[in-house]
């Protein structure tokens, strides 16, 4: 399988003032559903394009119907266009079919410094990328995820254990993500970066697809070149549904991006 750079596979192609086309890659699924992390960032490339500025600040995203690799429609409009930020609203059409609606804000993000208090983020990952598994193309209940021969995420071997059929109950995964071909990380590639880690309800119990329902992504600074340590918990799963938080930190080791999820489980 070729590995094509992500900034190549999340490209739109400008149809009309708004309106742009893109190319779902078979290869950025799971299961032959398309990763929600990789369509939002489709709708922010969308959303810097269209904005009165460059950088996706936040951006929470509804999926309707996973499209099917090919060519989708992608529209943003300006809702509002401040001086510090913009509020727009983007979807992704197929065949005229509504599949994923956002609304995100843009703004302008700094490169370097740090931030003025972190005391309530959790504990940052500190395992080696070397001594890290690489989560191989296939899930531990045989589902085939194309998007692992593309990127590559590494899990720590504290959170392995889901992997060899020995969960550890916690519901967390801490481990690493780089782009493929290292291509550095960019705000739009953040978005991704939050959904990239297989579900951290695995680290309960195998579970088949867990299909996003909704997934708010914070964009918090720049990245530094280089993979980002990511953080992967599952906080609640009740009535057929799970919330997941996911934190992610640059190569320097500043918080870049943390999301929340909804989505769906079907257990036993």
Request: net charge negative.
């Amino acid at each position: 399988m070729s590995v094509v750079p992500f900034s190549v596979v999340s490209a739109l192609s400008p149809v009309s003032p708004g309106t742009f086309t893109a190319q779902v890659s078979p290869d950025w699924t799971i299961g032959a559903k398309p990763n929600g992390g990789y369509l939002l960032t489709m709708l922010g490339r969308a959303a810097a394009a269209v904005g009165p500025h460059a950088d996706v600040l936040a951006a929470s995203a509804h999926y309707l119907h996973p499209p099917q690799p090919g060519e989708v429609t992608v529209e943003a409009e300006v809702l509002r266009a401040g001086r510090a930020a913009g509020q727009l609203r983007a979807r992704m059409l197929q065949d005229g079919r509504l599949c994923v609606e956002a609304l995100l804000t843009t703004g302008t993000l700094e490169a370097g410094g740090k931030p003025h208090w972190e005391g309530g983020l959790p504990e940052r990952p500190d395992g080696a990328w070397d001594d890290a598994h690489r989560v191989p193309g296939t899930t531990p209940t045989g589902i085939p995820v194309a998007l692992m021969e593309q990127v590559d995420l590494r899990i720590e071997p504290a959170s392995w254990g889901f992997a060899t059929g020995r969960p550890s109950g916690r519901g967390e995964l801490r481990g690493w993500l780089a782009l493929p071909g290292g291509e550095p990380f960019d705000p739009a590639a953040l978005l991704f970066a939050v959904d990239a880690f297989p579900p951290a309800t695995f680290d309960i119990e195998p579970t088949g697809w867990v299909p996003t329902l909704e997934l708010t992504v914070y964009v918090r600074a720049l990245p530094e070149p280089g993979p980002v340590r990511v953080l992967h918990q599952a906080r609640l799963v009740d009535g057929g549904r799970v919330d997941e938080a996911c934190f992610v930190w640059d190569a320097g080791g500043r918080l870049v991006a943390q999301s929340t999820q909804l989505a769906g489980i079907r257990l036993g």
